[in-house]
Structure formats: C-alpha cells, structure tokens
C-alpha cells in the first residue's frame, strides 16, 4: 500500500499526539455537554467506550441512559466500518481480535436514525478536521450511513487538544460540528469550514 504524503504527515502528527497526551493529567467528565440542545431534543446518541488516555466516557455514557436515551456503542465489522449496538443493562463486551486493548459490545446492529454522534479524536481543528487514531472506521461510518451523515457530530477532547493549526486533511475525512473540552462545548460554523 502506497501511502500519501498527507497519509504520512498525519500518521507522524498521531505519534506526536498520542506522546503529549500521554504527559498531561487527565480530568474531566464532559457532562456539561448533556446541556447541548442537540442532545438534549436527541433520541438516539453514539458514543463510545473510552480507554487509555482518552476522554472518559464511563459517566457521560451512564447519564445518557439515565436520561432515557437510546445509548448506542460501536462495533467494527468486517468492513473496516462501524455497527452501532444498542446498549442495555446486561451487555456483554469482547476484545476486539485487532486491538486488544479495545472492548467492543455483542449485539445486534442498530436500525434507527443516529442523532448525535460522539467521537474519540486525538485533536480537532478549528474547521472540524478531526484526527483520530488511523483506522478510518469512523470516517468510513459517518459517510456510508444516512442518518450518521446528518447526526450531530462531537468529539471529546483534553484541555489543549483543540488544534489552532489546520489539521491535514484527505477526501475520506469527515468534518465534526463541535468539540467538548472538559469546561466548554466549541461549535464549529458552516462558513469557517
């Protein structure tokens, strides 16, 4: 696989994130984004299972259902893309056989609309270019299901991750609608995309 020169400078850009995150104290627990009307007129919401030194999601996931929304989990599939797993009580969780560290819900897809959905990033911009981790599966996702392509699309992040440089971006990229830090909700408009 040939990779681009964008490819590459993205790929170098994640290690270097991935370092500087690794050197912060980690805090926060994103709650205040519960307060976005986007969420709060919402019926379905993605999230994700937070590991590591990502954002933690554990309370913000626990609030979502306590709130009596539909709390839907991602699951790579075959395809390199994501299901959406609708969360319940008595769920049960596997390694993903890539990434081991990764825990993925057993359940059947979801079939409805997705309202909002919120993001790992490992930075954002101030356009909306999202960086993530390198796998793709979420871009793939967003841009192959309807409703995820018209959801509200946030990403969680650290105090400092939000880029003042433009991130580089390629076509599959898809841009988000706002970023949550751990004090305040930036939104990002159409015109500065």
Do not use: C
């Not at 969420?39 to 259902?65: C, F, H, M, Q, W």
């Not at 969360?87 to 990764?102: F, G, I, S, T, V």
């Not at 409805?112 to 990033?121: E, F, H, K, Q, R």
């Amino acid at each position: 696989m040939v990779s681009s020169p964008v490819s590459k400078e993205k790929q170098d850009l994640r290690t270097r994130f991935r370092f500087e995150r690794s050197q912060r104290s980690i805090g926060g627990d994103w709650l205040h984004l519960l307060r976005a009307s986007e969420i709060s007129t919402s019926r379905s919401i993605a999230s994700y299972l937070s590991y590591g030194d990502e954002p933690s999601t554990v309370l913000l996931n626990e609030k979502i259902v306590s709130l009596g929304k539909i709390l839907l989990l991602p699951r790579t599939n075959r395809h390199g893309g994501i299901s959406w797993i609708k969360w319940h009580p008595h769920m049960e969780y596997e390694r993903d056989k890539k990434r081991k560290n990764l825990m993925q819900p057993i359940g059947d897809e979801f079939e409805g609309s997705l309202d909002v959905v919120i993001l790992p990033a490992l930075r954002v911009d101030r356009s909306g270019v999202r960086l993530g981790q390198g796998g793709g599966s979420y871009d793939r996702a967003l841009a192959q299901d309807n409703s995820a392509a018209k959801s509200w699309k946030v990403a969680l992040l650290h105090d400092e991750e939000l880029s003042s440089e433009s991130l580089p971006r390629e076509s599959h990229d898809v841009l988000i609608d706002a970023v949550a830090l751990p004090e305040i909700l930036v939104r990002f408009k159409a015109t500065d995309r």
